[in-house]
């Protein structure tokens, strides 16, 4: 499986949310019924990246309906299997940002899976997804302070060469003050997300750490995106000097691959030993 990616032969996507269903994952509907050596699977899901341009799909489908299980994390199946465009349906979506990278709905009517393309064990695919979410989310945050510096980088460049009333703009402290808040932000989130990323490295048990990277980087981008916007005034708005577009991506980030409110619940829930609230 992974051979052909890495060497770009093949695309894949990742097909978990659905439009009734987005963060109670164990509430999908999609369903995989096991016909001899294969599974027949009809459903529909949204919101998949690179679904346009997929070769491959990793699935996550219910194997076993959830009336007929003890826990609602059993009976969800995984698959990696071909994206064939004869039974799916790819729709693109129109969003805010992100443009280089396609988001789509996805309706998958009688596609058929051989049963070799099943992810270990039937019915553990929601144990399995589990294992990805946390690099995921730290990968994510890295992502955050890569945005974020890069706004400040550009904001600071600006501010020393655009002159208004006879001096840069980045010698008043209003235009400099919010810029070097969100600097000692940043670099301070991303001590997180370094010490986040250092315990899945070594084998470690790093939840609360990569929900906190997450939660913390997203907002970091949010804070320094807008403050760059600000310091370029008229031209943080325009196209042309990129801004605007690191403010729309920074915004995603708090939305997916998971919203703050999960963050904080499964903060509070693992590191305060709180009841779960969800
Ligand atoms: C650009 C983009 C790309 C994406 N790519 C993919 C992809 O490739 N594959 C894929 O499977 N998905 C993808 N997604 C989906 C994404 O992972 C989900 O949108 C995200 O997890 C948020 O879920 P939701 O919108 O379904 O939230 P919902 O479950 O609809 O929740 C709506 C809001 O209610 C809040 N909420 C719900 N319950 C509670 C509660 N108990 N307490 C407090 N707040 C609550 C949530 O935090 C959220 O803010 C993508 C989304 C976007 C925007």
């Avoid at 250092?198 to 997450?214: F, I, M, R």
């Avoid at 963050?263 to 829930?269: D, K, P, R, T, V």
């Amino acid at each position: 499986m992974l051979s052909p990616l890495i060497a770009g032969d093949e695309k894949a996507c990742f097909a978990v949310t659905e439009p009734t269903t987005g963060l109670d994952t164990t509430k999908l509907k999609t369903m995989a019924v096991r016909q001899g050596d294969r599974y027949i699977v009809h459903g529909q899901k949204v919101w998949i990246s690179t679904a346009q341009v997929a070769h491959k799909m990793l699935l996550l489908a219910r194997t076993t309906p959830l009336e007929d299980v003890t826990n609602p994390t059993e009976g969800l199946s995984l698959f990696y299997t071909d994206l064939d465009r004869d039974f799916v349906d790819v729709r693109e979506i129109e969003k805010m940002g992100r443009k280089a990278v396609d988001s789509n709905e996805v309706f998958i009517d009688g596609l058929p899976i051989p049963a070799e393309d099943l992810i270990g064990e039937e019915g553990k695919g929601f144990r399995q997804i589990l294992y990805g979410l946390n690099p995921e989310r730290i990968l994510v945050a890295g992502e955050c302070i890569g945005i974020a510096r890069n706004a400040l980088t550009r904001a600071a460049q600006y501010a020393n060469e655009r002159v208004v009333f006879n001096r840069p703009i980045g010698q008043n402290q209003g235009v400099q003050h919010p810029l070097a808040r969100a600097w000692a932000r940043v670099e301070a989130v991303n001590l997180m997300v370094m010490h986040a990323a250092a315990l899945y490295d070594s084998g470690e048990a790093c939840g609360v750490e990569a929900n906190a990277a997450k939660l913390l980087a997203a907002d970091a981008a949010v804070e320094a995106t807008e403050a760059a916007q600000m310091a370029f005034g008229r031209f943080g708005y325009a196209k042309e000097y990129h801004v605007e577009r690191l403010v729309r991506e920074a915004l995603l980030f708090r939305i997916v691959p998971v919203t703050p409110q999960m963050l904080l619940s499964f903060i509070a829930e693992k590191a305060l030993g709180l009841p779960k609230s969800y």
